[in-house]
């Protein structure tokens, strides 16, 4: 019993990150439902797939199950007129809290590498999250508005504003 309790508890610190792989590939529409799944895990609406950019990365880990690589998060990138801007990072609620964490670092590493690749001048992104707010200053980026507002306005309009 003693042993189960303590594999359950190495289960959910995750295996060492030193051995872990982690691997980017483009998020494929098949994707979609498991991104719609993990938002839904973290209390966020799904954000409709038509509004997702052309530019999306499944990052993937192997950690030397069975079952081979395993998806645990995804990011999207908006690209145009030299610059970017990533969005969306969502990781599985049910993985790992310290695999989660390194995923969703390699998430956005790889695509500010990507936008190194494709000459993005201007690299943004925006988060209320605390813990992202400081993920991100970690990974080099700087800081550049405080106490600010966003808008969105979905398309098609309501029937009343039609």
């Known amino acids: ?37 993990w938002w839904k895990q ?42 970017g801007y990533i969005a969306w990072t969502v990781a599985d609620a049910e993985a790992p809290k310290a695999i989660r964490s390194a995923a ?8 500010t590498k990507l936008g190194d690749e494709l000459g993005i001048t201007l690299l943004y992104t925006s988060t209320r999250n605390p813990a992202m707010q400081e993920r991100y200053t970690r990974l080099g980026w700087t800081p550049c508005e405080q106490d600010f507002q966003t808008f969105i306005r979905p398309r098609p309009l309501p029937k009343e504003e039609e």
């Open 1 to 37: 019993m003693a042993e189960a309790a303590e594999n359950m508890e190495q289960w959910q610190q995750g295996p060492a990150l030193e051995f872990l792989q982690f691997s980017g590939r483009q998020f494929e529409p098949d994707d979609y439902p498991l991104a719609a799944l």
């Open 104 to 111: 969703v670092d390699f998430a956005i590493a790889t695509l």
């Open 42 to 83: 973290h209390d966020w609406p799904a954000v409709p797939v038509e509004s997702l950019p052309r530019i999306g990365l499944m990052v993937e880990v192997d950690m030397g199950s069975e079952e081979g690589l395993q998806p645990v998060c995804c990011s999207f990138m908006y690209w145009d007129s030299g610059w």
